[in-house]
């Protein structure tokens, strides 16, 4: 089976930049998407196709892949970025993958 | 605007089934794939199968075949979500998502299964 692994925890102070890292077996041959998830409430779509916004999503989140890592970077860090973060892909051999979560803290 | 709306909480016996609906409004509720996910207390997101309303036919994660039913009602515009033979670790929140592309571009509010005796 396919693993995506993601760092349990990460912390960062605000207005600072939070990287949020994915790794899976060649990821980069792989479409990644990325879900915020708040405590309480569904998970919300930040980035897909690996580097796209859906309209909403502010421009301080970006995505990026390279060889066996997917990375999520929020830039300028706010307080409301407290979350769970989750990173995500498919293919027709591994359906659907998510990784472990990561929390991100703002310090 | 397209949403999801997922039935309420549940608490269910051991060994019994439960089926939670998901209603979609807003917008061509049957070409798209709506897959299922859920979330034990304190873990990550756990796909479990999924379903294109127009065809009909479910596709299942291997750990849930045979336990889950996946099924759509195009005339009301909603999927549901049967699992049966249940278990205290069954206990999470069960959430319905919309598939595009391979993302899931809007989920339900969630529905939390609770299995207790």
């Known amino acids: 089976s396919y693993v995506l692994t993601q760092p349990p925890s990460v912390s960062v102070a605000p207005g600072q930049t939070a990287r949020i890292t994915c790794g899976g077996d060649?990821?980069?041959?792989?479409?990644v998407h990325w879900y915020q998830q708040r405590p309480g409430q569904a998970p919300v779509l930040v980035v897909y196709d690996d580097s796209d916004r859906p309209s909403g999503i502010p421009e301080r989140f970006s995505g990026s892949t390279s060889g066996n890592t997917a990375t999520l970077t929020i830039n300028r860090v706010e307080d409301g970025d407290e979350a769970d973060y989750y990173c995500?892909?498919?293919?027709?051999?591994?359906?659907?993958?998510f990784g472990g979560g990561t929390k991100l803290t703002v310090l | 605007q397209v949403q999801l709306e997922q039935s309420g909480a549940e608490v269910k016996k051991p060994g019994s089934s439960v089926k939670v609906s998901c209603k979609a409004s807003g917008d061509n509720f049957s070409t798209y794939t709506i897959n299922w996910v859920r979330q034990a207390p304190g873990q990550g997101l756990e796909w479990m199968g999924g379903i294109i309303p127009i065809l009909g036919t479910p596709d299942y994660a291997q750990k849930f075949r045979g336990r889950v039913t996946l099924t759509a009602d195009e005339s009301t515009s909603t999927a549901y979500m049967e699992l049966s033979s249940l278990k205290s670790e069954d206990t999470a929140v069960y959430y319905c998502?919309?598939?595009?592309?391979?993302?899931?571009?809007?989920w339900g509010q969630g529905t939390l299964v609770t299995v207790s005796s």
């Open positions: 995500q892909v498919w293919d027709t051999t591994i359906d659907w993958v």
């Open positions: 998502a919309r598939v595009i592309g391979t993302s899931w571009d809007y």
């Open positions: 060649n990821i980069g041959s792989k479409t």
